[in-house]
Structures are given as C-alpha cells and as structure tokens.
C-alpha cells in the first residue's frame, strides 16, 4: 500500500487530536482572558496592556513562526520532521504557560517588564510547539477525505479545550482562590500545564510521518520564500486567517467585560436560575455561587455545543461542495449573529443567547475547514513547484493565527481604554459602555466581512483540489 494514502486509524486520529486540545488550553486562555489577566488581576492599563499585546504578537508572527517553519521543514530525524518539535517543547511550553499568568508582586515598570517576558517566551514555545504540529496533518496522509475526517476530529478536541476555558474556567478560577483571582489563575493554570504537556506527549506517540519529501528536493530558504510570493492561495490564505483571528481575538476577549458590565444580572440570574437549580439538584455545581460566572459560561457553552454541532456538518458539506464555497457561505452568516449584539439591551438575555447558539452552529461549519484548506495550499504549492515545503506554507496559519490573536487582543484593550474603560469599578459610564457593545458586535464582524470578499479571489475550487490530489498521487507512487 502506498503510504501517503494509507487511511488513518481512529487511534492515530485521537492521538494527534490531543495535540490541539493541549495547544487550545493555552491558546483559548490567552484569547479569553489575557486582557482580562492584564487589566484586571494584574493591574496593567488597558494602554499598556494594549501595546504587550500589540508589539510581542506581531514579533512572534513575524518572525518566530517564519524561522521556526523553515528550520522544522529542514529538520531531519529518525522521528520525522515535526514530531520531535512536539516532543520537545511539551514541558518548555507548560512551565512558560504557568509563569504567564502568574502575579509576582513587582513595582509597576516590573509588572510591565515580567509581562514582556513572559508572553514573549510564551508565545515562542507556543509556535516552536503548534507550528510543527500543524504541519504535521499535511504529512500524515495524502488522502483528502482522510484529511478532512482528521480536520474533524482535531476540531472537536479544540471544542472540548474551548468549553473548558470558556464555560467553566473563570468560576472555577473564583472558587479556587476563595474570592482571590490571582490565586485562582494560577491553580488553574498549573493544572492545565500538567495536562497540556501529557497530551503532547500522547501525540508524538500516536502519529506517523507518511509523506516525505523525496531525497533530491532540495530549496533554499530564499527559493521557499518566493515560491510563497507567487502561490496566490497562500497569499489570500494569510490574509484570510489574520482576520478571522482577529475577530475571534476582539470578541472573545471582550465577552466577559460584556457580562461583567452591561449584562442585566437580575435578568440574567432569572434566566438561567432554572437550570442552576436542576444542577443544583444532581449534586453538580460547576459555576460557583457568582451568577455573572454562571451566565458567562452557559452562554459560551450555548455557543460551543452548537460549533460542535456545525463541525459534524462540515466534512460533508466541504466534500461535497468543496472548501471554499462552504467557508465563505457559512462564515457570512456566522457574522450577521455577531452584528445582532449591539441591539441588544442588558435585559434581552434570550436574544443574547439565542444569537450565541446560532452564530456558534454556523461559525462552527466553517472551523475544520480553514485548517484543511492551508494543508490543500501545501498541496498546491507541491503541484506547482515539484517541491513540498509544508511547514513554512503551514506557517502562514501561525503568522496569520499570531498576528490575529496579536492585533484583536490589543485592539480589545485599545477600545476599552479609548471608550475610558476603568478596571474594576462597580459602574462604568455610558460612553463605556458603549464601547464594550461595539467590541463584540460591530467592530469584530468588519474582520470577518473582508474574509468573506477575500474568498472569492481564492482560487482551490472543489474541481481542483480533485485535480491536484490525483495528481500528486501519481507522482507519489
């Protein structure tokens, strides 16, 4: 059998999905609750926060992830190109990831200093770490069902990271530190390094490197860089990515200052209070006794499920009528749930959820895809060029995913400091207030709109990514 269109054991698919479930612990807490850590467990000005976030992400988009994809598609062991990245960063990467959202009592310019540390280390494990292990589902099968089926499995990993952080991390980051946040983050996160590094471990494990590059492909950085330069997916691709993450950056973000702030608690409580009793009365309190922790993560989890519920729609729908178009259809009305929240007033809680659960759904269609189409511009990149350089095309996704996370995050802080956002006080004014409403409807979907223009300059239609895999398996054999 050839091996690049060896099918997938379900085994293999578990194991290199808990190589994303490990990075999505991380990766959704900084999305989540890094501007929150900064501003209000830390102490830092949303200004400043702003300008760490801003400054340290796009010095990790744009240039840790480039070096380390040209160093992993020139690493050559008895494991493979990208296996050992995973390997070997796995405890590096949690031992950052704890230091991260630690509060080490400093004056002011040290608490400044540590956080630029830190995210700086943070955020290079995290790419020495996820860059290699994106690239590694473009080598592990050449088989485009299979790699859509893996894209699956590996998204639905993500969701359970996602609904972890989102649903239930920031009650059980109060209980934790009985009231102390500090302390409860820290709990919180030493736990999920512990677990983060053993899944990666169980990835390295798992996988197999199946398509390697033949011995007389040889290129130069240089030569990469500019088969890059004129690949036009890859192009649209980068560009793609950066907006989505910078959306999903804004609004993830913003989301708990929007509970915190402007969502009506004794509406909120009212709403979800039934089914708070019916946990209550299974002997399952996950939410702690804070009614804005509670309605913040049954919101998300609304939200979540529902994703999970579009992911199992995706692969059919991306075979049958091909990647782009189902991204681009579904992505666009995804966005239109996200408009909806400005709205909104504090009290109109079933709108708020109901919005959540549908842009979720449709949103969630659209998740697998995007990984799946960066492994189709690496194929295209090999069709076009009779060269295979998978992990610095994958590292469009890492700039892309970087400079989106870099970018939402610090404009989310940005906002809020521009709309005089004050950490910590019991009432904000009206004009911030205003901001935090913009921050997860208006401003986050403009992102999400120019990927939908974007898309249709894309050219990897459903007649050619048939074209270029029954190609490419005839010069594999």
């Known amino acids: 059998m050839n091996p690049t269109t060896e099918k997938l054991s379900i085994k293999e698919k578990i194991g290199y999905s808990l190589g994303d479930l490990a990075a999505n612990l991380v990766f959704q807490t900084l999305m989540t609750y890094l501007a929150y850590f900064y501003t209000d467990i830390y102490g830092l000005s949303p200004k400043d926060s702003s300008i760490i976030m801003l400054v340290v992400g796009l010095i990790a988009a744009f240039i840790f992830n480039p070096i380390i994809g040209a160093i992993a598609d020139r690493t050559a062991t008895k494991w493979g190109k990208f296996r050992p990245w995973i390997l070997f960063t796995s405890v590096p990467l949690g031992i950052i990831a704890l230091l991260a959202f630690t509060t080490p009592y400093f004056s002011y310019s040290g608490k400044v200093i540590y956080a630029v540390i830190t995210y700086t280390l943070l955020l290079l494990f995290y790419a020495s770490n996820n860059l290699p292990y994106s690239a590694l ?151 702690g006794e804070d009614p804005i922790s509670a309605g913040f993560g049954l919101f998300n989890a609304g939200g979540i499920i529902f994703m999970i519920v579009g992911i199992t729609f995706s692969k059919k729908l991306a075979d049958k009528y091909g990647k782009r178009d189902i991204f681009r259809l579904f992505l666009f009305i995804s966005t239109l749930f996200i408009i909806a929240f400005y709205f909104y007033s504090p009290e109109s809680i079933i709108l708020m959820f109901g919005s959540q659960i549908l842009h979720g759904f449709f949103y969630g269609i659209t998740i697998p895809i995007l990984w799946a189409m960066i492994a189709d511009v690496a194929d295209y990149s090999e069709w076009k060029n009779n060269r295979r350089a998978t992990a610095i095309i994958f590292s469009a996704m890492m700039v892309g995913l970087k400079a989106g996370l870099s970018i939402g995050g610090s404009l989310t802080t940005w906002f809020l400091s521009y709309f005089e956002y004050v950490p910590n006080s019991l009432t904000q004014s009206e004009t911030a207030i205003n901001g935090i409403k913009l921050l997860i409807s208006v401003f986050p979907s403009v992102p999400f709109l120019i990927g939908v223009g974007i898309l249709f300059f894309y050219e990897i239609n459903k007649k050619m990514e048939l074209q270029i895999e029954s190609e490419l398996k005839e010069r594999r054999q």
Do not use: C
């Not at 473009?138 to 699956?152: H, Q, Y």
């Not at 907006?243 to 004794?266: D, P, S």
């Open 137 to 287: 589902s473009g080598v592990i099968t050449g088989d485009m069902k299979d790699r859509n089926s893996l894209s699956s499995y590996r998204f639905v990993a993500v969701m359970f990271a996602q609904f972890f952080v989102q649903v239930f991390m920031l009650g059980i980051i109060k209980t934790a530190g009985n009231g102390d946040k500090a302390i409860g983050i820290e709990k919180v996160m030493t736990v999920l390094a512990i677990i983060g590094t053993i899944m990666l471990i169980i990835t390295f494990l798992t996988t197999k490197e199946r398509i390697i590059p033949k011995p007389e492909q040889k290129s130069s950085l240089s030569e990469d860089i500019g088969d890059l330069s004129k690949n036009k997916p890859w192009v649209i691709m980068l560009t793609l990515t950066t907006l989505v993450f910078i959306t999903l950056a804004m609004k993830g973000g913003a989301y708990v200052y929007y509970f915190e702030n402007y969502v009506n608690k004794q509406q909120l409580t009212h709403f979800i209070q039934p089914l708070l009793d019916t946990l209550a009365s299974m002997g399952i309190n996950p939410f």
